[in-house]
């Protein structure tokens, strides 16, 4: 167990659908980071938050949003899915904005169908 | 745009037989990292290399750094069974204002064979 816990594991919804994805990060971290790992796009940086606000953005579609919370947990939210939208999804905690380390949580799969 | 590219993508080996992966990158960055992927299964980290030179070993796993050439490699000496797993290389750039990101090689899938 890396201490970074994600729910749910696995998750199959419909096209068109909005699914919610859950991180809580290592005690500690502050620093929570999105990544998507596709078979087509391999593993692409989403977004970095610390402590609360938004750090850094990467290839994050429009229909796709984050947040990070007070307690430090956050939450991806895809809308509007698409098949091309099944992947694993990690997240990852670090102590601080400038990381000496990413722990990687067990990831969702997500299956659209 | 940073660039991280690994090769070989597949390799295929024999238990006992020495190889190495390769990871270029295009800009520079300020730490390499390696990861072990299980299928199916989360990131494992191996190795962070911070500057020029850097060596660092564990097991039969061994990886370097040279920042000049903007190049690292994952060395396997004597591989096992247990070794096969996709390995991925990564390089962290960061800012105090612009956050953190990683960018990841589209990982090498070792397959020992015994």
């Known amino acids: 167990d890396s201490g970074v816990t994600q729910t749910p594991k696995h998750l199959i919804t419909a096209t068109g659908q909005r699914v919610t994805l859950r991180c809580s990060p290592r005690?500690?971290?502050?620093?929570v980071y999105w990544y998507q790992q596709s078979l087509d796009q391999g593993l692409q940086f989403l977004i970095h938050?610390?402590?609360?606000?938004?750090?850094a953005k990467g290839n994050i579609l429009e229909r796709f949003s984050a947040q990070q919370f007070p307690d430090l947990h956050s939450e991806l939210n895809l809308s509007s899915l698409e098949l091309g939208d099944s992947a694993l999804y990690f997240c990852?905690?670090?102590?601080?904005?400038?990381?000496?380390?990413?722990?990687f949580g067990s990831g969702t799969r997500l299956t659209v169908v | 745009e940073l660039k991280v590219e690994q090769n070989p993508l597949f390799l295929s080996m024999q238990e006992g037989k020495n190889y190495t992966i390769y990871c270029n990158y295009s800009?520079?960055?300020?730490?390499l990292y390696w990861y072990r992927q299980d299928p199916g299964k989360s990131l494992e980290s191996l190795f962070v290399?911070?500057?020029?030179?850097a060596v660092k070993q564990e097991g039969r796993l061994m990886a370097s750094l040279d920042t000049k050439a903007r190049l690292s490699t994952l060395h396997i000496t004597a591989a096992v069974h247990d070794l096969s797993a996709t390995y991925f290389c990564?390089?962290?750039?960061?800012?105090?204002?612009?956050?953190?990101?990683?960018?990841f090689g589209e990982g090498t899938q070792l397959t020992v064979n015994p």
């Open positions: 990852a905690s670090s102590p601080r904005s400038l990381p000496s380390g990413y722990t």
């Open positions: 990564a390089v962290d750039r960061y800012g105090e204002t612009s956050g953190s990101r990683l960018t």
């Open positions: 005690s500690g971290d502050l620093s």
């Open positions: 938050y610390y402590n609360g606000e938004e750090r």
């Open positions: 290399l911070l500057s020029n030179g």
């Open positions: 800009t520079t960055s300020d730490r």
